[in-house]
């Protein structure tokens, strides 16, 4: 059994709550538009594993250090991960070909700062945005999810909201 801690769009924001939300994960995912090298590293020492892809922002440090999509196999479970993806009925272009050929059983993508769970029953996969954990954008509410997976099957998935912090900043951008 793995725990896995699910971020994206932090747009080189980094909360003192992502390590509080992680502390127990066996892995950290992030789906890209880290922002710098520096977020990436702090999660990197929360876990023993970090996965990673750019996102549309990310500079050229980020994209030497990452790839665009990755695709691997944790605990059973077949895993697609890449920035822009989209959902099921409105993937981005490209992707349902993706998913068809590699038959994940996640995708896990961010760049829409949209909270969303899905499963699509056609192709047999549930796709997963974290939402922003940033607070680069329009989004209310910052967001990231943990998720278990055990002997090939996703076992659970919780929400993380991550309440306002203007009043009592949890954490600062990190340049």
Same mark, same amino acid.
């Given at each position: 059994?793995? +725990?896995?801690?699910?971020?994206?769009?932090?747009?080189? @924001?980094?909360?003192? %709550? @992502? $390590?509080?939300?992680?502390?127990?994960?066996?892995?950290?995912? /992030? #789906?890209?538009?880290?922002? !710098? =090298?520096?977020? #990436?590293?702090?999660?990197? /020492? &929360?876990?023993?594993?970090?996965? $990673?892809?750019?996102? !549309?922002?990310?500079?050229? &440090?980020?994209? *030497?250090?990452?790839?665009? +999509?990755?695709?691997?196999?944790t605990e059973g479970v077949k895993v697609v991960m890449t920035h822009i993806g989209g959902y099921p009925g409105r993937y981005a272009p490209g992707i349902r070909t993706r998913l068809q050929l590699s038959q994940p059983k996640l995708f896990v993508c961010g760049h829409s700062h949209i909270l969303k769970v899905i499963p699509? *029953?056609?192709?047999?996969? &549930? +796709?997963? !945005?974290?939402? #922003? $954990?940033?607070?680069?954008?329009?989004? *209310?509410? *910052? +967001?990231?999810?943990? &998720?278990?997976?055990?002997?090939? !099957?996703? $076992?659970?998935?919780?929400?993380? =909201?991550? #309440?306002?912090? %203007? =009043?009592?900043?949890?954490?600062?951008?990190?340049?």
């Open positions: 059994m793995k +725990t896995i801690g699910i971020i994206s769009d932090t747009h080189s @924001y980094w909360d003192n %709550r @992502y $390590a509080v939300h992680f502390s127990d994960c066996d892995e950290i995912w /992030h #789906a890209g538009d880290i922002g !710098n =090298e520096q977020v #990436a590293d702090r999660l990197s /020492h &929360l876990v023993p594993v970090l996965r $990673a892809v750019y996102g !549309n922002a990310d500079g050229a &440090l980020l994209r *030497r250090r990452f790839k665009e +999509t990755e695709i691997f196999e699509d *029953r056609q192709l047999g996969v &549930l +796709t997963i !945005n974290p939402g #922003a $954990a940033g607070r680069q954008g329009w989004q *209310r509410v *910052r +967001t990231l999810i943990k &998720l278990t997976l055990d002997a090939g !099957n996703i $076992a659970g998935c919780q929400v993380i =909201e991550l #309440a306002d912090d %203007r =009043e009592h900043p949890q954490g600062t951008i990190l340049d």
